[in-house]
């Protein structure tokens, strides 16, 4: 018993991390953390209850909304206004960013953007779904509402990111900028425990994670490249393994672990492929590079872009080191875009 840390104890011993956010970092956190069980319990009883399925609307990026998309969206809200530390969110599921209104509010020092349930059409099938959240000290003054200019901020100045995994266990994995922590929570206990600490990706790696069924739209460069990836050349340990989920938190976690890379190109119909950059992309990449991998865009960092708008799209390429790097060249080498 003496060896579990658990999630909360862990963020404290952590805190010196933050000497300018003291507690402040922690309690973020922690409204995270409570907001994640909540949503993991209602979860684990899909199928059982009703909660499983669409809403009948859409969102404003023009997809299905599902019971789950809302009822998380709602659940993550709340915990972060509960806890007085955050001024305003944006989230894929809401058209645009929400201020939130009490006084402790308005002077606290953060802002978070998330996708509130990533994978959300996995979730009548039993397959992995997630949470994604980025969080940002606000550019504008204390005391005020947030403004657009918080929200829009390059990755690089993100101060704390993580997903949560409702997979076959449910694990909380999160960075501050110092290393990449996972927790997976014990149901019985109610705690997330730590169980990876400072976890790294492989340099190198042997899968490669793309909705192949898009192909035919592919830049040339990927093409090519899904080709290399399948080339019989058992001294360079290829051909590689190809593994898609179709839950970006899913397959990066399993990347993440075992290295790989994870693809989500520009297509002939989507020129900006599909992942957002503030709830997707930035929170990835923050993470992916803390555990020693890298995220592109093909061309540049993905932690460089400065965002244009909230619900802005970009081509993603996120994992091992030498993959992305390899993809980036294929891109190089071959322009065209089909
Ligand atoms: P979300 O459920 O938050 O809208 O995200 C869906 C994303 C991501 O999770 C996944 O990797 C990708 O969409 C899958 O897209 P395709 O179905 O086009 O492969
Ligand atoms: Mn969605
Ligand atoms: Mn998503
Ligand atoms: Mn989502």
């Known amino acids: 018993?003496?060896?579990?840390?658990?999630?909360?104890?862990?963020?404290?011993?952590?805190?010196?991390?933050?000497?300018?956010?003291?507690?402040?970092?922690?309690?973020?956190?922690?409204?995270?953390?409570?907001?994640?069980?909540?949503?993991?319990?209602?979860?684990?009883?899909?199928?059982?209850?009703?909660?499983?399925?669409?809403?009948?609307?859409?969102?404003?990026?023009?997809?299905?909304?599902?019971?789950?998309?809302?009822?998380?969206?709602?659940?993550?809200?709340?915990?972060?206004?509960?806890?007085?530390?955050?001024?305003?969110?944006?989230?894929?599921?809401?058209?645009?960013?929400?201020?939130?209104?009490?006084?402790?509010?308005?002077?606290?020092?953060?802002?978070?953007?998330?996708?509130?349930?990533?994978?959300s059409s996995n979730i009548d099938?039993?397959?992995?779904?997630?949470?994604?959240?980025?969080?940002?000290?606000?550019?504008?003054?204390?005391?005020?509402?947030?403004t657009e200019e918080d929200f829009l901020q390059p990755g690089h100045q993100q101060v704390a990111a993580g997903y949560i995994i409702y997979g076959s266990s449910t694990m909380l994995v999160y960075t501050t900028?110092?290393?990449?922590?996972?927790?997976?929570?014990?149901?019985?206990?109610?705690?997330?425990?730590?169980?990876?600490?400072?976890?790294?990706?492989?340099?190198?790696?042997?899968?490669?994670?793309?909705?192949?069924?898009?192909?035919?739209?592919?830049?040339?460069?990927?093409?090519?490249?899904?080709?290399?990836?399948q080339e019989n050349v058992p001294e360079d340990d290829r051909p590689y393994t190809s593994r898609y989920i179709g839950s970006l938190v899913a397959d990066f976690h399993r990347n993440l672990l075992k290295g790989g890379l994870y693809l989500y190109p520009s297509t002939a119909t989507h020129p900006s492929g599909k992942l957002r950059l503030l709830y997707e992309c930035n929170p990835m990449a923050f993470l992916i590079e803390q555990a020693g991998g890298l995220a592109s865009d093909g061309q540049n960092r993905i932690m460089d872009l400065k965002p244009t708008e909230l619900h802005q799209r970009v081509p993603f390429f996120v994992g091992s080191t030498n993959m992305v790097r390899k993809v980036e060249s294929f891109l190089e080498m071959y322009p065209d875009q089909e």
């Open 1 to 119: 018993m003496s060896d579990i840390r658990t999630l909360g104890e862990f963020i404290v011993e952590k805190q010196s991390d933050f000497p300018h956010a003291s507690g402040e970092l922690s309690s973020l956190l922690g409204s995270i953390k409570l907001a994640a069980k909540i949503v993991n319990r209602e979860i684990n009883k899909a199928g059982l209850v009703d909660i499983t399925g669409s809403v009948g609307g859409q969102n404003v990026q023009g997809e299905d909304q599902q019971k789950l998309d809302v009822y998380a969206n709602d659940k993550f809200k709340a915990a972060l206004e509960a806890r007085d530390q955050v001024c305003g969110v944006a989230s894929e599921e809401e058209d645009e960013a929400v201020a939130f209104n009490k006084e402790l509010n308005r002077n606290a020092k953060y802002v978070v953007l998330m996708d509130p349930l990533d994978g």
């Open 125 to 146: 099938v039993n397959v992995s779904v997630g949470t994604i959240f980025s969080i940002y000290r606000r550019v504008s003054p204390v005391g005020t509402p947030p």
């Open 177 to 229: 900028g110092n290393g990449v922590h996972g927790f997976t929570y014990d149901p019985s206990l109610g705690v997330f425990c730590l169980s990876h600490e400072n976890m790294r990706i492989p340099k190198d790696g042997r899968i490669y994670s793309i909705n192949e069924g898009n192909y035919i739209r592919f830049p040339l460069g990927v093409k090519k490249y899904i080709k290399f990836c």
